[in-house]
């Protein structure tokens, strides 16, 4: 980036300098705890060794994948989502409908995830308030109506809580392009679906990429979710941990799935860091 | 009068002399266990101690809650502090145990006055551990499986028959797993004690890691049965399915069962009933922190919470639990009529023969870890 | 023609909006429902009887409703004034100056968002116990400033990189010193940026559980955790009461500095 500029040799020691205090507060307050636990996930009754590992792998590989599965596809939906309501809120013509959509979009950013948790419980569930009102409104017979309250309702009360902080970051970035390239390729007859694919969604990709990283590394680490919205299994690798500290005060294992999620998280984080290695050199 | 105020002026003297104290009091469980020590036994407390207050801080439901709690005492502990800033917890069965072995705990049971009014083994042995002196019980919990009348005329009385009746009723049945609260732990123990043989020897002891091949069968029938259930999300989500009318039957605590009743989320139609061979239930306890920093008071606040009345008016009358100290001290101190309530669906007799305990950690665990294996 | 055609276009854009209004109020007007709610049970539809003894339940002299609102909002403000003060000299030299591992600095903030945190927050308060940290309104603050700091830092790095740096160093060029040039033009510039920044910081700490009980409890009572125990607890009056409270620092909070959120910040968070 242009922005970047300061030639002098001590502007490295006098940035570090600046960041020190911030990092202190990461490095002294949660690295070194974490550290604690992640020997804790090689430390077994019988000494150092992997087994918490494999017994991780043993119990819980179908919920890693499942855990993979589930936050993958809402992180998916968060981004397409937050595309399709930027998209509208910058390439939107009637000006009183996106006022509305972005009076209106917003709203689930201000709800815990506790509370989520609660009100999708009972917002989706078979004879939950969402399907009461869809057989009230004469849009579904009552014999029709299913449960949400699996995979399901995990990925909507995702998407629900998350979508609004992704497209707040999306529409911010794409309100910054400039109008200049949209207004001419309108000119040149170009659909508006067109243009928010072929020319606004590249251009804010890295915005959208790092709105769902943290969306992504967010979810990994909710428990209240899964544990309102559905505990049965296969669950969430939280749940598991969780499960294995309370039913057993089993903390190797507890660490050792713990580590398994920073590993996935870490590989989104990855892919994050390469993004904006590309974009600096 | 005169004697009134001099009274008043002798209690507020000899308060200020001994100091306003906060005792803090951490109770694991559902919001009624807050409830109860915020709006029961506080007040009661704070007028015989004036100038004394109590602060109840709740840790969550189920098993994680007094996990908190175990954690807490274990990180101050590990810390070396020497004056703990938990005078009076409240804790689950299983939790007990470890936190005695490992020291946390005073031994109190003896120098309170309500230390003689329990008899019951729960009082000396927690799941497997020796925990005689340490802890005091609050109230007894059962679970019991619930079921709406109106969709089953005729409630199973043994798991057998609820097994029958689940393989004709597909998804009428729910329970929540082993990972969303102790209701549906407590399903699967009842399920082990039925088709694996000995329960005795489960709930007693000895250990013999032998003994779990024995579970086999039960497993794989608790497989095929689970598979034409619906999977409820925790223990207040069986309450939920069976307040919208989604599953016909669940496993719930009971004394959560009848707050939702009182509190209107549940219809008032629904029934309980505990079947053959019978359900795990467990007691809440009191434990002191051997380093508390307010010891003394800390045993006055339990002596004055397991005394009859309390257990009486405050236990079994208000929160519809079953008293933590010998009954017949209880029973004493209510109206027949008020005793009988807490028998309403599951009579005395049922109680004694089919109220279980829950199995002795070390089977408690490797039960929990065969389900992971054999049935999810 | 045209207008016509025009009015026709509200038809499935009326469609899309009340099928997103409905999604998105649909859950929160089954909170307000069960916040009012006396008795609610199948098969009806909505609750049998509406009345207010749950909200005085809530605000029992007992019930440690509004401290616990009170110290939440406190701690949410130091939380707020710590993550920025801290992020405003780190954002500033990851916007402007040449920092080796850049990307790994700004990961590292990421972290303590990134571990399931249940096993670490043990650990962390056996640290305070030592410290004395334990209990005390700076603990819990110092813990939800370290789980907050990646949204005030990325944010801030975001809001310094959207300023011409130009325009700092036309005002060195005329003499000012650096930290005055800073004062005076880059930081006025910056701070609709840290403003935004200051909203995700204030929502977390409002939202965040472990942290709280495991360093704060029972001395620094904050009210997630009577949330947390009354929604896991299946109470849904008193759970839906305490966040439809805890929605009222939110959204206020939201409309105070909403107008920080330009575009130009937006478009630069975490690049």
């Known amino acids: ?281 | 009068m005169k004697t009134l105020a001099f009274c008043a002026l002798a209690l507020g003297l000899t308060a200020g002399t001994a100091g306003a104290t906060e005792l803090t009091v951490a109770t694991a469980g559902d919001q009624n266990m807050v409830d109860y020590i915020n709006q029961y036994l506080a007040p009661i407390f704070e007028q015989q101690n004036p100038g004394d207050t109590v602060r109840a801080v709740g840790t969550g439901p189920g098993d994680a809650g007094s996990q908190k709690i175990l954690e807490r005492f274990q990180a101050q502990a590990d810390a070396g502090v020497t004056s703990w800033d938990t005078d009076v917890a409240v804790v689950h069965q299983k939790f007990a145990g470890p936190m005695a072995e490992k020291g946390y705990l005073a031994k109190f049971r003896d120098d309170i006055a309500t230390g003689k009014l329990v008899s019951s083994d729960m009082a000396k042995n927690a799941l497997g551990t020796n925990v005689d002196g340490y802890v005091m019980p609050m109230f007894n919990s059962q679970t019991a499986i619930a079921y709406n009348p109106d969709l089953v005329k005729n409630p199973p009385t043994t798991y057998a028959e609820l097994a029958d009746w689940a393989a004709k009723h597909p998804k009428a049945f729910g329970y929540n797993g082993i990972k969303g609260g102790m209701s549906g732990v407590s399903f699967v123990m009842g399920w082990v004690y039925a088709f694996a043989g000995d329960g005795d020897k489960l709930q007693q002891g000895p250990f013999d890691p032998a003994e779990a091949a024995k579970w086999d069968d039960a497993f794989a029938k608790l497989k095929a049965f689970t598979a034409n259930t619906t999977l409820t999300p925790g223990n207040a989500g069986t309450l939920d399915m069976l307040a919208r009318g989604e599953i016909a039957m669940g496993p719930v605590w009971v004394d959560m069962f009848y707050t939702w009743e009182a509190g209107g989320q549940l219809p008032p139609n629904l029934k309980l009933v505990l079947p053959a061979p019978g359900m795990p239930g467990q007691p809440m306890y009191y434990v002191i922190p051997k380093d508390a920093a307010h010891k003394a008071l800390a045993e006055k606040f339990v002596a004055l919470a397991t005394s009859p009345e309390v257990q009486a008016q405050g236990i079994v009358k208000k929160f519809n639990w079953y008293p933590g100290i010998d009954a017949q001290y209880v029973k004493a101190n209510l109206s027949p009529e008020d005793w009988s309530k807490l028998f309403t669906d599951i009579g005395p007799d049922d109680l004694a023969t089919k109220a279980k305990a829950f199995p002795i950690t070390p089977y408690n665990n490797a039960i929990l870890e065969a389900y992971e294996r054999q049935v999810q | 023609m045209a207008r016509v055609l025009s009015a026709l276009w509200w038809l499935p854009r009326g469609l899309v909006l009340g099928l997103l209004a409905f999604a998105i109020f649909g859950p929160i007007a089954n909170l307000v429902l069960w916040a009012v709610a006396e008795k609610w049970y199948f098969p009806h539809v909505l609750p049998l009887q509406y009345g207010f003894s749950y909200w005085a339940k809530v605000f029992a002299p007992r019930g440690d409703a509004l401290t616990s609102l009170v110290t939440s909002i406190v701690v949410a403000c130091f939380v707020v004034a710590v993550s920025i003060l801290l992020a405003i000299p780190a954002g500033y030299a990851l916007a402007r100056l040449r920092l080796p591992f850049r990307s790994l600095i700004l990961l590292a903030f990421l972290i303590p968002q990134a571990f399931p945190n249940l096993t670490v927050y043990v650990n962390i308060a056996r640290i305070f116990y030592q410290t004395g940290l334990a209990g005390t309104i700076p603990g819990v603050v110092l813990v939800h400033v370290m789980h907050c700091l990646v949204y005030a830092v990325w944010i801030a790095t975001a809001a310094f990189a959207a300023i011409d740096p130009e325009l700092e160093e036309a005002a060195r060029a005329t003499g000012a010193p650096p930290l005055r040039a800073f004062v005076d033009i880059t930081l006025p510039l910056a701070m609709p940026g840290l403003m935004a920044s200051a909203i995700f910081v204030f929502l977390e700490s409002l939202d965040e559980f472990t942290g709280s009980y495991f360093v704060g409890a029972p001395y620094v009572h904050l009210m997630p955790l009577q949330l947390y125990t009354a929604g896991a607890g299946g109470n849904y009056q008193i759970a839906s009461i305490t966040a439809l409270l805890l929605l009222i620092p939110s959204v206020g909070f939201m409309l105070v500095v909403e107008r920080a959120l330009t575009a130009d910040v937006l478009s630069r968070i975490g690049r």
């Open chain 1, 1 to 281: 980036m242009s922005s970047v500029s300061n030639p002098a040799p001590s502007a490295r020691l006098v940035g570090f300098l600046l960041v020190l205090p911030a990092l202190a507060v990461i490095v002294g307050l949660f690295l070194m705890p974490l550290a604690i636990s992640v020997i804790g996930a090689f430390r077994t009754p019988d000494g150092w060794g992997l087994a918490n590992f494999t017994k991780s792998a043993d119990l819980y590989s179908i919920d890693v994948l499942y855990t993979v599965g589930v936050i993958g596809l809402s992180t998916l939906l968060i981004g397409l989502l937050s595309i399709a309501i930027g998209g509208y809120l910058t390439l939107g013509e009637n000006p009183r409908a996106v006022a509305l959509l972005r009076w209106l979009y917003r709203w689930p950013l201000f709800i815990p995830f506790i509370v989520v948790g609660q009100m999708m419980r009972t917002f989706l569930a078979k004879n939950g308030l969402m399907n009461n009102v869809l057989v009230a409104a004469g849009l579904m017979a009552p014999l029709d109506t299913v449960s949400f309250l699996d995979w399901r309702g995990i990925v909507i009360s995702f998407v629900w809580k998350q979508t609004p902080l992704v497209a707040l970051l999306v529409a911010g970035a794409m309100a910054s392009l400039d109008r200049g390239t949209i207004e001419a390729a309108r000119n040149l007859g170009a659909g508006r679906l067109r243009i928010l694919v072929e020319i606004v969604v590249p251009q804010v990709m890295p915005t959208l990429l790092v709105g769902l990283t943290l969306s992504f590394v967010t979810m990994m680490s909710v428990l209240s979710v899964p544990l309102m919205v559905a505990s049965q299994s296969p669950t969430v690798i939280t749940a598991d941990i969780a499960f294995r500290i309370n039913a057993y005060a089993d903390y190797g294992v507890a660490n050792a799935l713990g580590v398994i999620s920073l590993v996935i998280t870490g590989g989104v984080a990855w892919f994050y860091l390469r993004h904006t290695m590309r974009e600096r050199l």
